[in-house]
């Protein structure tokens, strides 16, 4: 075999690992990175926050409400009980209790718009409840297709490492290295065949004497462009 078939063959294994590669780490990345997950726990966290801190504002309102109310019933049992006789303290105490009822009304309002508020929340609350359950579900369902396409892919990482050994292992360590090099230096292409004439890597038309070079064998030929190793198939 010559030396530029080895290394072309070699070249095709490194390609395909390299692929398996960039689908190991894509996968990595979307099951390490749970952004939407921590997103939606994070709105029904403030969802329940919200909910919880108006639910105590409406106590408060409410309990607002009874105290006014029990103290309109005190002031007007006084009224009507006969105990107070004398017109400037009766209409006093009529006075009073106008004015705590005109007082109620406002907390009563109070107490209402809480009550609405309390209800609003705990929609949300129920909302960003259901849109977790939903994301679960759906990342479930795609976190299992990815565990099923990684395994797939470490398998298949499993076949080309072999398969690069058995490649690996007529070439010379000193082209190996001058094979890695490229491949380093040249976006993972070091050996480029020849079609119509031309670099299939670089595209740039060869002499027929460098092709002739290319397919004898006898020593390796480089693209006098980009430099690759030559080919002929
Ligand atoms: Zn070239």
Redesign the pocket.
């Known amino acids: 075999m010559s030396a530029a078939l080895g290394l072309y063959r070699l070249q095709s294994v490194d390609r395909q690992i390299d692929q398996v590669e960039t689908g190991l780490a894509r996968i990595r990345e979307i099951l390490d990175n749970d952004a939407e997950l921590k997103q939606a726990s994070g709105l029904l966290e403030a969802a329940r926050r919200n909910l919880h801190h108006t639910h105590q504002e409406f106590r408060v309102a409410e309990a607002e409400t009874v105290d006014q109310r029990s103290k309109i019933e005190k002031a007007e049992s006084d009224l009507y009980s006969g105990r107070v006789q004398n017109p400037k303290e009766l209409q006093d105490l009529q006075l009073e209790v106008a004015s705590l009822k005109k007082r109620l009304a406002v907390l009563e309002e109070n107490e209402l718009a809480s009550m609405i508020t309390v209800e609003a929340h705990e929609n949300a609350l129920k909302e960003a409840s259901s849109e977790l359950e939903k994301l679960q579900a759906r990342l479930g369902t795609e976190h299992q297709m990815l565990l099923t396409e990684q395994a797939r892919f470490q398998n298949e990482m499993i076949r080309l490492t072999e398969e690069r050994e058995a490649s690996v292992k007529p070439i010379e360590s000193a082209l190996l290295r001058q094979y890695e090099n490229l491949r380093r230096q040249k976006k993972g292409v070091a050996v ?1 065949g020849i079609a119509e004439n031309s ?1 299939d ?4 038309l060869l002499t027929q004497s460098l092709q002739q070079n290319a397919k004898s064998n006898v020593q390796l030929t480089f ?6 190793i ?1 080919y002929m198939g």
């Open positions: 480029a670099c890597a670089c595209g740039v693209c006098p462009s980009c430099g690759r030559l």
